[in-house]
């Protein structure tokens, strides 16, 4: 892309960064300097939300190619301006994978990301900046660590470095996979970001009675609900959502036939099998088959974590988002198979999934914790625990 191209692409994702950017700053004035970053934090978790969400719907619309080449289209900073080489493409091929339309999906996906970056960079520069004032002032207290900021930045990165290779590669679905779970991670990253921020602008001294295991518990439904999400990222990048269209069976059986080796194959071409020919039925159904069965452990999983974590008081809301979420789930997963993919319906377990991430996300990060005194006392004798734990309070005071 020519220099004024990239300039104009640039201001296109600092354009649409600003507005809520510029909401945050002439919203009511803050008793804290903490409290634009805070809010700004939330306001990039929504934004970011968003961005997964209308990503699955560049996906599943097939737009993922309506621009060949990145970051522009076609060299350009906007489909309008490469207006002429998008028509030239779709007469040369209708039915194929560049349109009008499907180039105005994909870069709007693309400025929104942008925009993701852009609310990210102002987000270290003012964790810098507060934290820059706390060491010169002792009485301010740094909202968060700039690093954090940091490595959000670091992520984003990242992230755009796969989305960039999910176009240059041709829609390779390893490409698309690690682009969507790098989307997902980034979410549950801002999310800690910004409870983090929240937790340092509240003082909590009330102490939380835990539930045995329920720590370990969280983690571990936290940790199969990614790897669902990366089977069902790779359930879409490979199109085998219909290769199973009823339920419960999988074409009028229990077990279907099914070729696993050809259909995990990480790197291989986009519809191609390991040595190269086209992608077999039974390959297909082999993705299909696990993220639909896998789901069964997840939503185990889920429940009985939603059974022992509505007993702790400030999880009540996060349990109940878990089990509409988790109903939601279900429901637009059958819909899907039965009704043959609609795109609502695949949206909406786009979204699902990205909402599971964020709530199970938000439940460990808030699951009980000892405060800093307790777990000074206990690692006390009884002798000497009182006295350290005056010590303490007095230092902490």
Same mark, same amino acid.
């Given at each position: ?141 740094? &909202?968060?660590?700039?690093? !954090? *900021?940091? @490595?959000? %930045?670091?992520?984003? +990165? /990242? =992230?755009?470095?796969? $989305?960039? #290779? ?45 539930? &045995?295991?329920?720590?370990? !518990? *969280?983690? @571990?439904? %936290?940790?199969?609900? +990614? /790897? =669902?999400?990366?089977? $069902?990222? #790779? ?163």
């Amino acid at each position: 892309m020519h220099g004024f191209d990239l300039l104009l692409l640039a201001f296109k994702g600092i354009a649409i960064a600003s507005l809520p950017i510029a909401l945050v700053w002439v919203g009511r004035a803050p008793k804290q300097g903490g409290d634009r970053l805070r809010r700004l934090a939330w306001v990039t978790v929504f934004i970011t939300f968003d961005l997964i969400v209308f990503g699955g719907f560049t996906r599943l619309t097939d737009s993922g190619l309506g621009c060949p080449d990145w970051p522009g289209c076609y060299a350009k900073a906007n489909p309008l301006m490469a207006s002429q080489d998008i028509r030239s493409a779709e007469t040369a091929m209708p039915s194929g994978p560049v349109s009008m339309a499907k180039a105005w999906i994909e870069m709007i996906h693309r400025y929104l990301a942008m925009a993701v970056g852009v609310l990210i960079v102002t987000m270290l520069v003012l964790s810098i900046r507060r934290a820059w004032k706390a060491r010169r002032d002792a009485s301010v207290r740094a &909202p968060a660590e700039p690093w !954090l *900021a940091g @490595s959000l %930045l670091g992520l984003v +990165i /990242l =992230q755009g470095a796969f $989305g960039a #290779w999910t176009v240059t590669q041709k829609l390779q679905p390893i490409f698309v996979s690690t682009h969507l779970l790098l989307g997902m991670g980034l979410l549950g990253f801002l999310i800690l970001h910004a409870l983090r921020l929240d937790d340092r602008a509240s003082v909590q001294t009330a102490s939380v009675h835990a539930v &045995p295991g329920l720590r370990v !518990l *969280a983690a @571990s439904a %936290l940790a199969v609900l +990614i /790897l =669902q999400i990366g089977l $069902g990222g #790779w359930v879409s990048a490979n199109y085998a959502v219909l290769a199973c269209s009823e339920f419960p069976k999988c074409q009028g059986v229990w077990l279907p036939e099914m070729d696993f080796a050809n259909g995990f194959h990480l790197w291989r071409e986009l519809g191609k099998s390991a040595d190269g020919g086209y992608l077999s039925v039974a390959a297909l159904t082999a993705i299909h088959w696990v993220h639909r069965n896998f789901a069964w452990a997840v939503a185990v999983l889920l429940v009985l974590l939603g059974a022992r974590a509505r007993k702790v008081d400030r999880l009540a809301r996060p349990v109940a988002v878990l089990w509409v979420l988790l109903v939601g789930q279900f429901v637009t997963g059958l819909v899907n198979v039965i009704f043959a993919w609609p795109l609502v319906a695949a949206v909406l377990h786009n979204a699902g999934a990205a909402g599971l991430l964020a709530t199970l996300v938000v439940i460990n990060y808030r699951l009980p914790r000892k405060s800093p005194i307790a777990r000074f006392a206990d690692s006390r004798s009884p002798v000497e625990g009182p006295a350290s734990m005056s010590a303490l309070r007095r230092t902490a005071g």
